[in-house]
T-cell receptor, first 114, second 116 residues
Framework: AQSVTQLGSHVSVSEGALVLLRCNYS??????LFWYVQYPNQGLQLLLK??????LVKGINGFEAEFKKSETSFHLTKPSAHMSDAAEYFC????????????FGKGTRLHILP | DTGVSQDPRHKITKRGQNVTFRCDPI?????LYWYRQTLGQGPEFLTY????????KSRLLSDRFSAERPKGSFSTLEIQRTEQGDSAMYLC??????????????FGNGTRLTVT
């Protein structure tokens, strides 16, 4: 079964600094990868997804992620953090062997320092 | 598009009681998923439906859990004889596509269950 590992349960960055949230996946077949964001007391919202094609994927709110097959990674970045980016971020992968069940990582809580 | 609606938002129950949650997906979404989320963890898959058919149920899911989607629209998740370990946020999501990877999951705001 496929899985994702998110490095760092908490990440703190200063406002205006680069955001980097790490995600590594395990898969024996080409994966489909996602990043979701969860704001307090809300459901999850899709930030971006990689299925096929261009390996650099742009999402909402200025976030982007790059699929690197050689590193089995799908790290999420944003050039300049904003206070409103404070939330929990989940990397996820389609379990292609089990018909579209999405598997989530444990999440990384992003803190923005003023 | 009114979004995925879950009811209730919060439920407090005593150990041993039965509880039922409801999820109304976005209209015409044929896929409906249930996930469970505990503090510090990502959403854990429970089960999902394609229209009214339940296609998969997690092997980690106790027999005390049952879900239905009788007319392919709303869904209910029932937990019988609740235990304190059932305390969690229960998330519902829907998707319009036959193949999930082409369409994102749309999540509701969840039902938070507390078992005392």
């Amino acid at each position: 079964a496929q899985s994702v590992t998110q490095l760092g349960s908490h990440v703190s960055v200063s406002e205006g600094a680069l955001v980097l949230l790490r995600c590594n996946y395990s898969s024996s077949v080409p994966p489909y990868l996602f990043w979701y964001v969860q704001y307090p007391n809300q459901g999850l919202q899709l930030l971006l997804k990689y299925t096929t094609g261009a390996t650099l994927v742009k999402g909402i709110n200025g976030f982007e992620a790059e699929f690197k097959k050689s590193e089995t990674s799908f790290h999420l970045t944003k050039p300049s953090a904003h206070m409103s980016d404070a939330a929990e971020y989940f990397c996820a992968v389609i379990d292609s062997g089990r018909d579209d069940k999405i598997i989530f990582g444990k999440g990384t809580r992003l803190h923005i320092l003023p | 598009d009114t979004g995925v609606s879950q009811d209730p938002r919060h439920k407090i129950t005593k150990r041993g009681q039965n509880v039922t949650f409801r999820c109304d997906p976005i209209s015409e979404h044929n896929r409906l998923y249930w996930y469970r989320q505990t503090l510090g963890q990502g959403p854990e898959f429970l089960t999902y439906f394609q229209n009214e058919a339940q296609l998969e149920k997690s092997r980690l899911l106790s027999d005390r859990f049952s879900a239905e989607r009788p007319k392919g629209s709303f869904s209910t998740l029932e937990i019988q004889r609740t235990e304190q370990g059932d305390s969690a946020m229960y998330l519902c999501a829907s998707s319009p596509a036959l193949r999930g990877y082409n369409s994102p999951l749309h999540f509701g705001n969840g039902t938070r269950l507390t078992v005392t």
